[in-house]
Protein backbone atom coordinates (compact mmCIF):
# COMPACT_ATOMS: atom_id res chain seq x y z
CA UNK A 1 0.00 0.00 0.00
CA UNK A 2 1.26 3.31 -1.20
CA UNK A 3 1.74 6.20 1.61
CA UNK A 4 3.35 9.35 1.76
CA UNK A 5 2.31 10.38 5.36
CA UNK A 6 3.19 14.64 5.56
CA UNK A 7 4.25 16.49 9.11
CA UNK A 8 5.57 18.89 11.17
CA UNK A 9 3.09 21.31 10.38
CA UNK A 10 1.37 24.23 12.67
CA UNK A 11 1.01 27.82 13.79
CA UNK A 12 4.21 30.19 13.69
CA UNK A 13 4.86 33.36 14.05
CA UNK A 14 6.15 35.92 10.77
CA UNK A 15 10.10 35.25 10.86
CA UNK A 16 9.85 31.71 12.30
CA UNK A 17 10.73 28.29 11.29
CA UNK A 18 9.24 24.94 10.56
CA UNK A 19 10.77 22.05 9.05
CA UNK A 20 8.17 19.69 7.37
CA UNK A 21 8.77 15.66 6.78
CA UNK A 22 7.08 13.41 4.46
CA UNK A 23 7.99 9.96 5.02
CA UNK A 24 6.99 7.63 2.04
CA UNK A 25 6.08 4.06 2.04
CA UNK A 26 5.13 1.21 -0.46
CA UNK A 27 7.20 1.84 -3.82
CA UNK A 28 10.61 2.20 -4.53
CA UNK A 29 11.46 6.11 -3.00
CA UNK A 30 14.82 6.63 -4.75
CA UNK A 31 13.07 6.42 -8.12
CA UNK A 32 10.82 9.05 -8.10
CA UNK A 33 11.76 12.66 -8.06
CA UNK A 34 9.81 14.61 -4.78
CA UNK A 35 8.05 17.72 -5.07
CA UNK A 36 6.03 19.87 -2.16
CA UNK A 37 3.14 21.83 -3.67
CA UNK A 38 0.97 23.96 -1.29
CA UNK A 39 -2.70 25.46 -1.55
CA UNK A 40 -4.54 28.49 0.24
CA UNK A 41 -7.69 28.64 0.73
CA UNK A 42 -9.34 30.25 -2.38
CA UNK A 43 -6.10 29.18 -4.54
CA UNK A 44 -5.22 26.79 -7.35
CA UNK A 45 -1.93 24.45 -5.96
CA UNK A 46 1.22 25.28 -6.90
CA UNK A 47 4.76 23.97 -6.67
CA UNK A 48 7.08 25.18 -3.87
CA UNK A 49 9.83 22.61 -4.74
CA UNK A 50 11.05 19.65 -5.76
CA UNK A 51 14.16 17.48 -5.79
CA UNK A 52 15.43 14.77 -8.32
CA UNK A 53 15.26 11.33 -7.18
CA UNK A 54 19.04 11.33 -6.44
CA UNK A 55 18.72 14.89 -4.74
CA UNK A 56 21.19 16.04 -6.74
CA UNK A 57 18.87 18.54 -8.57
CA UNK A 58 16.83 21.50 -7.10
CA UNK A 59 14.36 23.76 -7.99
CA UNK A 60 12.05 26.18 -6.18
CA UNK A 61 9.19 28.82 -6.72
CA UNK A 62 10.32 32.53 -7.19
CA UNK A 63 8.87 33.54 -3.63
CA UNK A 64 10.52 30.88 -1.58
CA UNK A 65 13.87 30.91 -3.38
CA UNK A 66 16.66 31.25 -0.40
CA UNK A 67 13.85 30.41 2.66
CA UNK A 68 12.86 26.96 1.72
CA UNK A 69 15.35 23.99 1.45
CA UNK A 70 14.24 20.51 -0.05
CA UNK A 71 16.55 17.57 1.29
CA UNK A 72 15.36 14.07 0.98
CA UNK A 73 17.66 10.95 3.03
CA UNK A 74 16.73 8.02 0.91
CA UNK A 75 18.04 5.53 3.66
CA UNK A 76 14.79 6.75 5.45
CA UNK A 77 12.47 7.24 2.50
CA UNK A 78 11.73 10.76 3.80
CA UNK A 79 11.59 13.99 2.28
CA UNK A 80 11.99 17.10 4.20
CA UNK A 81 11.46 20.98 3.63
CA UNK A 82 13.33 23.00 5.74
CA UNK A 83 10.95 26.33 5.75
CA UNK A 84 12.63 29.93 7.32
CA UNK A 85 11.54 33.56 7.47
CA UNK A 86 8.28 32.41 7.46
CA UNK A 87 5.40 35.19 6.05
CA UNK A 88 1.56 35.34 6.45
CA UNK A 89 1.82 34.40 2.42
CA UNK A 90 3.22 31.14 3.52
CA UNK A 91 -0.21 29.71 4.80
CA UNK A 92 -1.42 27.04 3.08
CA UNK A 93 -1.89 23.57 3.48
CA UNK A 94 1.02 21.82 2.16
CA UNK A 95 1.29 18.16 0.24
CA UNK A 96 4.22 16.14 -0.49
CA UNK A 97 4.23 14.15 -4.31
CA UNK A 98 6.33 11.86 -5.99
CA UNK A 99 6.47 11.21 -9.58
CA UNK A 100 8.69 9.01 -11.74
CA UNK A 101 8.13 9.07 -15.34
CA UNK A 102 9.24 6.40 -17.65
CA UNK A 103 8.40 5.27 -21.56
CA UNK A 104 4.80 5.27 -22.02
CA UNK A 105 3.37 7.09 -18.50
CA UNK A 106 4.18 7.96 -15.82
CA UNK A 107 3.39 6.80 -11.80
CA UNK A 108 2.32 9.37 -9.12
CA UNK A 109 1.17 9.54 -5.99
CA UNK A 110 -0.44 12.41 -3.01
CA UNK A 111 0.07 13.12 0.87
CA UNK A 112 -2.95 14.18 2.53
CA UNK A 113 -1.51 17.41 3.19
CA UNK A 114 -0.68 19.48 6.72
CA UNK A 115 -1.58 23.05 7.28
CA UNK A 116 1.22 25.47 8.02
CA UNK A 117 -0.21 28.85 9.51
CA UNK A 118 2.12 31.42 9.69
CA UNK A 119 0.17 34.15 12.01
CA UNK A 120 1.11 36.16 14.94
Known amino acids: QVQLVESGGGLVQPGGSLRLSCAASGFIFSNYAMRWYRQAPGKEREVVAA????????NYEDSVKGRFTISRDNAKNTVYLQMNSLKSEDTAVYYC?????????????WGQGTQVTVSS
Open 97 to 109: YALRIYPGGDSHY
Open 51 to 58: ISNTGGIT
